[in-house]
T-cell receptor, first 112, second 111 residues
């Protein structure tokens, strides 16, 4: 059974810092991996989708990498801003009807 | 832009009531999902549907049922609401490329 882990559960950084959020998964037989952002009381917003054949994806200040063989993904946020404060979740798609297995998320706080 | 909408942002119901949560997506996606999200437990899959009238149980289907009569609409039904079903309910659909899109969520309180 696929398990997804995100450690630490919470992170606080000063504004302007570059940071890396980690995600690990136990079964490397995945179709894709997706990073989401969730603001308090809201739904999930898709940030980046990495297919299993890809190594990384970029969108603005965000870069996500995927290493299937080691069961790891990272989300890199450049020049963090207070508006980046949110919970970041990663989710792995093992292909069975696109069902995702989610990590519990990392709650990021960027201090002004 | 893909849009997934949910019928209510906040809902308060009494124990024993039948509750309907509606979800609509506008991108002709085949796969649709219902999750609940609770502090410390993360997102848990309740049911999903991969086509009209087709459904499969997720990890926690007990106490819930679903209906998918049209491709764009996926409904979650709480047959007899209980206080332990107080939660945030999230609907999602998946594009053919595998990207999952979420609705804004429904915060359900059962008293």
């Amino acid at each position: 059974k696929q398990e997804v882990t995100q450690i630490p559960a919470a992170l606080s950084v000063p504004e302007g810092e570059n940071l890396v959020l980690n995600c690990s998964f136990t079964d490397s037989a995945i179709y894709n991996l997706q990073w989401f952002r969730q603001d308090p009381g809201k739904g999930l917003t898709s940030l980046l989708l990495i297919q299993s054949s890809q190594r990384e994806q970029t969108s603005g200040r965000l870069n996500a990498s995927l290493d299937k063989s080691s069961g790891r993904s990272t989300l890199y946020i450049a020049a963090s801003q207070p508006g980046d404060s949110a919970t970041y979740l990663c989710a792995v798609n093992t292909g069975a009807n696109s069902k995702l297995t989610f990590g519990k998320g990392i709650t990021l706080s960027v201090r002004p | 832009d893909v849009k997934v909408t949910q019928s209510s942002r906040y809902l308060v119901k009494r124990t024993g009531e039948k509750v309907f949560l509606e979800c609509v997506q506008d991108m002709d996606h085949e796969n649709m999902f219902w999750y609940r999200q609770d502090p410390g437990l993360g997102l848990r899959l309740i049911y999903f549907s991969y086509d009209v009238k087709m459904k499969e149980k997720g990890d926690i289907p007990e106490g819930y049922s679903v209906s998918r009569e049209k491709k764009e609409r996926f409904s979650l039904i709480l047959e007899s609401a209980s206080t332990n079903q107080t939660s945030m309910y999230l609907c999602a659909s998946t594009s053919p490329g595998g990207e999952q899109y979420f609705g804004p969520g429904t915060r359900l309180t059962v008293t």
